[in-house]
């Protein structure tokens, strides 16, 4: 399955949010999805 993920931050950031953004998008790819994190915003 493809999850398309938009997010308002930059890459690679220290913030609480985009840390917890990236691990949600782990998980997610860890069930043999491909996670896509684009920039919105």
Do not use: D
């Amino acid at each position: 399955m493809r999850i398309l993920y938009p997010v308002g931050e930059v890459f690679p950031n220290p913030t609480a949010r985009s840390i917890q953004i990236l691990n949600t998008g782990a998980a997610l790819a860890r069930g043999e999805n491909h996670v896509f994190l684009p920039r919105c915003g």
